[in-house]
């Protein structure tokens, strides 16, 4: 069984950036399309980017590009999701989405089976 696990979520002030991670133990995260989504209270968990298995495809939602950037760190079996520029909008509780099978990279929950806890982010003055 894959047990993803976030982390680096916080309280920032807008202009600001947070590295969140992804992590897990017993597999090699490496073999796994990772996707990263974010959920406002409110509103439906929304899918911001993801990235392929070993790193040949990342995408990213028309409204995150430019400051969200996602990748990989092999050694300690960890993907990192980077957020620069952080506005309000951006808050919400942050998970990151492993497939059950082969998905190249998607944004869609249901192509995902494997969840982490979730990371709180919060952007605020």
């Known amino acids: 069984q894959l047990q993803l696990v976030e982390s680096g979520g916080d309280l920032v002030q807008p202009g600001g950036s947070l590295r969140l991670s992804c992590s897990a133990s017993?597999?090699?995260?490496?073999?796994?399309?990772i996707a990263w989504f974010r959920q406002a209270p409110g509103k439906e968990r929304e899918g911001v980017g993801c990235?392929?298995?070993?790193?040949?495809?990342?995408y990213y939602i028309d409204s995150v590009k430019g400051r969200f950037t996602i990748s990989r760190d092999n050694a300690k079996n960890t993907v990192y999701l980077q957020i620069n520029s952080l506005n309000p909008e951006d808050s919400g509780v942050y998970y990151c989405a492993a497939p059950g099978s082969y998905v190249s990279c998607s944004v869609y929950p249901a192509a995902y089976t494997y969840w982490g806890q979730g990371t709180q982010v919060t952007v605020s003055s």
């Open positions: 990235i392929s298995r070993s790193d040949r495809i990342t």
């Open positions: 017993g597999v090699t995260l490496d073999n796994y399309s």
